[in-house]
C-alpha cells in the first residue's frame, strides 16, 4: 500500500498526542521508551537525526513519507537530549531503562539478606542511577565534575546507609519486610541523587520561557518544582516492581516446585521486574508534563518584576524543560 504523504505545514516538532493528558503524554513515553531504540545502529540515529533538522528546516527529502519522518522522530526522541541535541549516553537513555533496569532490580530483589550482597547491587544501582540523571537533567545547567562525584557518593552513601541500616534491624522481622529494604533504598537514594546531580539548577536556575519559547530569563523555583516531580516519577517508577514483586515471589516460594528450582528464582525476579518496568517506565514519565508550568505569581519577586516590566499581563505562566 502507498503511504501517506507528508501533509502541508506538517511540524515534526508538533506533539502526536495531547501532552495535556495522561494518556496523550503515556502514548507520548511509550513510544520514546520502547526498548528496541536501543537496538538501532548509530548510524541510523544519526540519519533520523539529520532527518529532523532537515524537516525543521523545511527540507523534506523528496518521495519521505509522513510515518518515516515520525519514526525518525521517535529514534531522535529516544537517543538526542531535548535541550542541547546532543547523543545521549546508551546506558541513560530512558529506552534503555527496561533492560538496564529489570537486571539490577531483580537481582537487588533477588540478594537481600547479606550486607555484602547488598552493599554491592545499591552500589551498581546508584552508578546506573548517576548516569540516568546527569544524562537527562535540564542540559542548560552545566555541572562540573566535582560537583558529579559529590552526587554520586552521597546518593551512593544514603542508598547503602539505608539498605544496611533496615537489613540488620529487619532481621527479627516478618520476612516479606526484610524483602521491601531494597525499595525503601532506592526511594532515599532518589531523593539525593537527583537533586544532588542537578543542584546546579537548583542554585542558579533554569531557563523559563513564554508559550512561545521566548526567554524570559532563569528561576531556581522552576528548578525545584521540576526536580520534585522527576524524584516522585522516579520513585513511582520503581514502587510497583518492588513492592508487588516480593509479595509474589514470598507465595511462590512456599511451593514445593520453587524450592526445588531455587536457581532460576534470580532469571525469574529479573523477568517480572521486567513486565512491570515496561508499562512503569513510560507510565512513570508520563506523570507530569515534560514541558512543565509554573504561574507567574509563584516565580521569585525580581524575575516575575522583569517579566511584567517587558510584557506587562500578557505573561501568566513560563514554561520550562523539567527533565525525566
Known amino acids: 500500500t502507498k503511504m501517506a504523504t507528508v501533509s502541508l505545514g506538517f511540524n515534526i516538532d508538533s506533539p502526536r498526542w495531547d501532552q495535556s493528558t495522561f494518556v496523550g503524554r503515556l502514548k507520548h513515553f511509550l513510544n520514546i521508551t520502547d526498548p528496541r531504540t536501543v537496538l538501532v545502529p548509530e548510524e541510523e540515529l544519526d540519519r533520523a537525526k539529520a532527518l529532523v533538522e532537515g524537516c525543521r528546516a523545511g527540507l523534506v527529502p523528496p518521495g519521505s513519507s509522513q510515518e518515516q519522518l515520525l519514526y525518525a522522530k ?27 533496569g529489570m537486571a539490577i532490580t531483580g537481582c537487588m530483589l533477588q540478594f537481600y539478606r547479606t550486607v555484602p550482597a547488598v552493599v554491592f547491587w545499591q552500589w551498581v544501582n546508584q552508578s546506573f542511577n548517576a548516569f540516568v540523571n546527569y544524562t537527562n537533567r535540564n542540559a542548560a545547567s552545566p555541572i562540573s565534575l566535582r560537583q558529579i562525584g559529590v552526587a554520586y557518593v552521597t546518593a551512593t552513601g544514603a542508598a547503602l546507609a539505608t539498605a544496611v541500616g533496615l537489613n540488620l534491624y529487619t532481621k527479627r522481622a516478618p520476612p516479606l519486610v526484610a524483602r521491601w529494604v531494597p525499595f525503601a533504598a532506592v526511594a532515599a537514594a532518589n531523593c539525593v541523587n537527583i537533586p544532588m546531580m542537578r543542584q546546579q539548577e537548583i542554585i542558579n536556575g533554569i531557563t523559563v ?72 517506565v513510560p507510565a512513570a514519565c508520563a506523570l507530569f508534563p515534560q514541558r512543565c508550568s509554573l504561574a507567574l505569581a509563584d516565580l521569585e519577586v525580581e524575575l516575575r518584576d522583569s517579566i511584567m516590566a517587558k510584557h506587562g499581563d500578557k505573561v501568566s505562566y513560563v514554561y520550562f524543560n523539567k527533565g525525566l
Not at 529514534?75 to 538496564?100: C, T, W
Request: charged residues 20%; hydrophobic residues 45%; glycine residues 10%.
Open 74 to 100: 521517535k529514534l531522535y526522541d529516544s537517543a538526542f537530549h531535548p535541550d542541547s541535541g546532543e547523543k545521549m549516553n546508551f546506558i541513560g537513555r530512558m529506552s534503555f531503562q527496561v533492560p538496564g
Open 209 to 280: 520561557t513564554d508559550e512561545n519559547n521566548n526567554e524570559l530569563g532563569c528561576s531556581r523555583r522552576a528548578a525545584v518544582k521540576g526536580i520534585a516531580q522527576v524524584v516522585l516519577s522516579r520513585i513511582t517508577m520503581a514502587a510497583p516492581g518492588m513492592i508487588i514483586l516480593p509479595i509474589i515471589m514470598e507465595r511462590l516460594e512456599k511451593f514445593t516446585f520453587m524450592q526445588r528450582i531455587r536457581v532460576l528464582h534470580g532469571p525469574l525476579q529479573v523477568l517480572l521486574c521486567g513486565g512491570f518496568l515496561l508499562f512503569m
